[in-house]
């Protein structure tokens, strides 16, 4: 009988780590993708920041 208790509390356990898991799984994907967002608008920043520096240059050498 106490097999059975141990093995249940080891199931319990189990179990609440796979929740744990799978939230912080969720929030690291949230993360991620935030992240990924600020890198597509930096890089969209960046490309339009390398085009305002050619075209000054451009200006600068007529």
Same mark, same amino acid.
Request: charged share 40%; hydrophobic share 35%; glycine share 4%.
């Given at each position: ?26 929030? =690291? ?5 935030? =992240? ?12 339009? =920041? ?13």
């Amino acid at each position: 009988m106490e097999e059975m208790a141990d093995t249940a509390d080891a199931i319990e356990m189990a179990t609440l780590d796979k929740e744990m898991a799978e939230e912080r799984a969720e929030s =690291l994907q949230q993360e991620v993708d935030s =992240l990924k967002e600020k890198v597509e608008y930096l890089t969209m920043d960046l490309e339009i =920041l390398k085009h305002e520096i050619e075209e000054k240059g451009g200006r600068g050498s007529a």
